[in-house]
């Protein structure tokens, strides 16, 4: 059973204290600052966790703690000295707040928090879920609760780990492991690693970008390492093992060494529901380089070969949720600016390969569509398009060039 506790405390060391001298307006400006930070130091409430796991190690007790109100992927161990008990009411007034709608004092009512819900991407809770998809949640978290794999060093790369994941026992034992960054064969021992790189994996022709189709049948071993690396990185992730009926494509970039993953998606080979992407990740030394709009994009791409509309398979991650609205936002938004607005849902959904559904949500989150008289009219202005625009990262990011993708579909 999990009880509260809190974190964190700050302490503040003795000292001599510091004689400021008082001169100058700009003096006394700073030390009120000094006095204004070291009051919201003093003040700041101690983080609330729940304790998940308890061990002993060497005579040293360290406990494995969830913070409330924060994402499984800050989960860790700490030691029993940074802890101190609290009761559950301490530390539930510790965090009471009521929830408010953005920029305002009223209460959210229910139809406000599903709105704010969907547009913040929070997830439903386990007790909003129907009863099947909460008996497969707990059984979820009962299995995942404690992460196993701490870090994993990769190339040139030493990565802090988020999530469980089902390695082998023999391996799921070790706080770190050493993963080439070729072909993804997991080890113990750095020593192993270097061994297996200099017999095993070596360069190849140069190319600073480029994706490889992977076929989970043919090549079942790689696929299964991609997955449960794959796993330490993304908290739902359901497939580690039954990789046959998946393509996987690999982002990779080349250095001196030659090349190494970066990021990839998977896709069904045959999906009765239309999806063009399973499942997707940008490894965590890669993010915010622009790589996961672009495997977004290529997996758009694909969909335009087939001839046919895509749409991710759920449940995505919160980070997934974030970058598939960024990119259908902006997508939509230029073909929009270019067409002067004057376009039905049918011919976005056609022009984009997006699924009308992704294509609606996407606008009503811009408030930029109206339902009337039994279907969905767009309604932009060209100002109200840059304004949008304007609001978007303007950060660059790899390109896809539809003319140099030669692929043809099972």
Not at 13 to 40: E, F, K, N, R
Request: with cysteine; glycine share 4%.
């Amino acid at each position: 059973m999990s009880f509260m506790l809190a974190l964190g405390e700050t302490e503040i060391p003795d000292g001599d204290p510091i004689s400021i001298w008082m001169g100058t307006g700009a003096a006394l400006a700073m030390a009120l600052l000094l006095l204004l930070l070291a009051v919201a130091v003093m003040r700041r409430p101690p983080d609330v966790a729940d304790v998940i796991e308890r061990k002993t190690d060497g005579g040293e007790t360290s406990y494995y703690v969830h913070y409330v109100d924060y994402n499984k992927r800050l989960d860790e161990w700490v030691p029993a000295e940074k802890i101190s008990s609290a009761s559950a009411d301490s530390a539930r007034n510790l965090y009471s707040r009521e929830l408010l709608t953005p920029g305002s004092d009223r209460k959210l009512t229910r139809n406000l928090k599903r709105r704010y819900d969907e547009i913040h991407h929070v997830p439903k809770a386990v007790e909003e879920l129907n009863p099947i998809d909460q008996t497969l949640e707990k059984e979820h978290e009962e299995k995942t609760k404690v992460k196993n794999i701490q870090v994993i060093e990769m190339g040139r790369w030493e990565v802090d780990t988020w999530y469980y994941s089902p390695y082998p026992d023999e391996y799921a034992r070790e706080s770190k492991l050493y993963i080439c960054q070729f072909c993804l064969k997991y080890m113990k021992k750095k020593k192993t690693l270097l061994r297996h790189r200099a017999k095993v994996c070596g360069t190849a022709q140069e190319r600073p970008l480029s994706i490889f189709e992977v076929d989970g049948k043919k090549n079942k071993v790689y696929c299964q390492n991609l997955c449960l690396i794959a796993k330490l990185f993304l908290d739902h992730k359901t497939l580690y093992y039954d990789v046959d009926p998946f393509l996987f494509y690999i982002l990779t970039e080349y250095d001196e060494q030659g090349y190494h993953i970066v990021g990839y998606f998977s896709k069904e080979k045959h999906s009765s529901e239309d999806y063009n992407l399973a499942c997707i990740l940008t490894l965590p030394p890669y993010q915010r380089k622009g790589y996961g709009r672009f495997l977004i994009a290529f997996s758009y791409e694909l969909s335009k070969k087939e001839g046919r509309v895509g749409t991710p398979e759920r449940p995505l991650s919160d980070l997934g949720q974030v970058s598939f609205r960024s990119y259908w936002t902006r997508v939509l938004l230029d073909i929009l600016k270019e067409h002067r607005g004057n376009l039905s849902i049918k011919d976005l959904s056609t022009m984009t390969a997006i699924r009308s559904d992704d294509v609606v949500s996407t606008l009503q989150s811009l408030n930029l569509i109206k339902y009337w008289k039994g279907q969905y009219i767009i309604s932009v202005t060209p100002k109200i398009i840059e304004e949008h625009l304007k609001n978007m990262s303007s950060q660059p990011y790899p390109e896809i060039d539809p003319a140099t993708l030669h692929w043809t579909p099972l």
